[in-house]
Structure formats: structure tokens, C-alpha cells
């Protein structure tokens, strides 16, 4: 997708502070955090959303799992805890159309969500 900034980032046409990557998936820190430790989960073909068919095929959901886990060992995050949020439309606030899991910790997150 030649206009998609993510896709973009994964091209290093965009800069970027990655975090992990493996042949499947890009893991890089979110320019806006939310938390100290916010880090995007990408996967490297273009999927628009959680609900693209294209998000189930291949085994991405395995390797972006295995990502998510891969970052917070690199975080150190499997002590004190992280959150992993898909955002989904208009009610969830997505702004970027392809597919990213925030992985986000480093304080006390609130449940629910605001
Ligand atoms: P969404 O609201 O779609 O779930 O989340 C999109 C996320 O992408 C936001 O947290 C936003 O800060 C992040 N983001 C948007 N553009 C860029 C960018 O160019 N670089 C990085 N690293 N993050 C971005
Ligand atoms: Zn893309």
C-alpha cells in the first residue's frame, strides 16, 4: 500500500525506533506514547484492520502473539504487567488502517477504558 504510513515504516521510507522484527512482523515505539512503554505490533503485508480477512491467514495471529511476547521480555514488562489493545472503528478511535496491537505498560493502566 503506497500511501499507508505504516507500510511506509516497514519499507524505511518513514523513521522509526524499532523494537523487534522477525520475517513476519515489525515492532516499533508509538510516536504519540500513551504510557512510558507503548510499542506498535505490526505485520510486514498489509492488512487494513482486526476484521480483514487477509489479519487470519498464513499464521499471522501466532507470530504477532509471538511478537507481543517478544516485546515485553525486551520491555521488561512480564513482571508488572502490559496491556495489548486491537482498536477496531469509529467507537475504538482506530486512526491508522493497517493493522496494529498497541502493546502499553510501564504504569498502572485503568480498567475500563475511558
Ligand atoms: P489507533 O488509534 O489507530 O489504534 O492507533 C494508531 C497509533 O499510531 C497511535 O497511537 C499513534 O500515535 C500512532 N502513530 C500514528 N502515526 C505514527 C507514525 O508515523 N509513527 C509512529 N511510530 N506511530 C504513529
Ligand atoms: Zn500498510
Known sequence: MSDCIFCKIINREL?????YEDD???AF???NPA???HV????KRHCANILDPATVEA????ALFKAVAQVAAKEGLEERGFRTVVNYGRDAGEA????????IGGRALGWPPG
Open 15 to 19: 523513521p522509526s525506533t524499532i523494537v
Open 24 to 26: 513476519q512482523v515489525l
Open 29 to 31: 515505539r508509538d510516536i
Open 35 to 37: 504510557a512510558p512503554i
Open 40 to 43: 506498535l505490533v505490526i505485520p
Open 59 to 62: 499464521g499471522l495471529p501466532a
Open 96 to 103: 491508522v488502517p493497517h493493522l496494529h496491537l498497541h502493546v
